[in-house]
C-alpha cells in the first residue's frame, strides 16, 4: 500500500524558515503529480504547492516568492521550503499524491499524510 509520512514541522517566528519533507512508499515516486495542502482552525484547507512528474510547479498565491517544492529522486522525498513565514501561514501541512493533477489540484488526491504542524509567532 501507498504511505506518505511527512516530518520537518515546528515552531518559528514571524520571517523565520521552515523545510517540510514527505516520504513516499509503495509507488514509482517520479511518475506521480504530488503537492501540500494545509489546514488551519476556523478556515478552509487549500492547496499550497504542486509539482508534476516532468518537475513543473504551481503556487498558492499566498506562497509564491516564499516557498519552494522539490523533489529528490535518489532520496524519494518531496520537500516543501518555506521562508519568510507569516503568522498567517499556521497550519497542519499534508502531503498529498495521485496519478492525475486534475484530481489533486482540485483537493481530491488517492493518497494522502497524516499531517505535520507548523507554527508561526508574530
Known amino acids: 500500500d501507498v504511505q506518505l509520512v511527512e516530518s520537518g514541522g515546528g515552531s518559528v517566528q514571524a520571517g523565520g524558515s521552515l523545510r517540510l519533507s514527505c516520504a513516499p512508499s509503495?509507488?514509482?515516486?517520479?511518475?506521480?503529480?504530488m503537492g501540500w495542502f494545509r489546514r488551519s482552525p476556523g478556515k478552509n484547507p487549500s492547496g499550497v504547492a504542486f509539482?508534476?512528474?516532468?518537475?513543473?510547479?504551481t503556487y498558492a498565491d499566498s506562497v509564491k516568492g516564499r516557498f519552494t517544492i522539490s523533489k529528490d529522486i535518489a532520496k524519494n522525498t518531496l520537500y516543501l521550503q518555506m521562508n519568510l513565514l507569516k503568522p498567517e501561514d499556521s497550519a497542519m501541512y499534508y502531503c498529498?499524491?495521485?496519478?492525475?493533477?486534475?484530481?489533486?489540484?482540485?483537493?481530491?488526491?488517492?493518497?494522502w499524510g497524516q499531517g505535520t504542524q507548523v507554527t508561526v509567532s508574530s
Open positions: 509503495g509507488y514509482t515516486y517520479s511518475s506521480y503529480c
Open positions: 498529498a499524491a495521485d496519478s492525475s493533477c486534475l484530481w489533486l489540484e482540485r483537493g481530491h488526491p488517492e493518497y
Open positions: 509539482v508534476d512528474s516532468d518537475g513543473s510547479t
